[in-house]
């Protein structure tokens, strides 16, 4: 039987697990207000997910693309339902993938389930008035 042990190293909200290099923010019940509502100037984009969810999975990938291409005019961040259930609850998330997008503190769009890229990169663009 193999073990699978993962090392995680988190410093300037890019994380290392097991060698591969994420740019999105871990957040949790405890850092959440800090990192998402008192986030000014920049916007913050949450995915709430679930590691047992297959199309949250799926939606991983395209998160961290958008992480990369974003950096610096958007903060993205994870948020595990299950780990963060109040969080979750408080922001009344019935179903996963589910994406927030903050400004100023308050949700102005989000979207639930699996997204094209295309579709959620025009939505940052909106968000940041790039467009």
């Not at 999975?57 to 339902?81: W, Y």
């Not at 589910?98 to 997204?115: A, H, N, P, R, Y």
Request: hydrophobic share 45%; with cysteine; glycine share 6%.
């Amino acid at each position: 039987m193999v073990a699978f042990v993962a090392v995680l190293l988190y410093t300037d909200n890019i994380f290392l697990i097991n060698n591969k290099i994420y740019m999105c923010i871990v957040l949790t019940d405890q850092n959440f207000e800090e990192e998402v509502i008192k986030s000014n100037p920049l916007p913050v984009l949450v995915d709430f997910w679930a590691s047992w969810c297959g199309p949250c999975r799926m939606l991983g990938p395209i998160v961290e693309e958008l992480a990369k291409e974003f950096k610096g005019k958007i903060k993205i961040g994870k948020l595990d339902v299950d780990e963060n259930s109040e969080t979750a609850g408080e922001y009344e998330v019935l179903g996963i993938p589910s994406l927030k997008f903050f400004k100023d503190g308050k949700i102005v769009d989000e979207v639930t389930g699996v997204q094209p890229k295309e579709i959620l990169s025009k939505k940052i663009k909106e968000i940041i008035d790039e467009e």
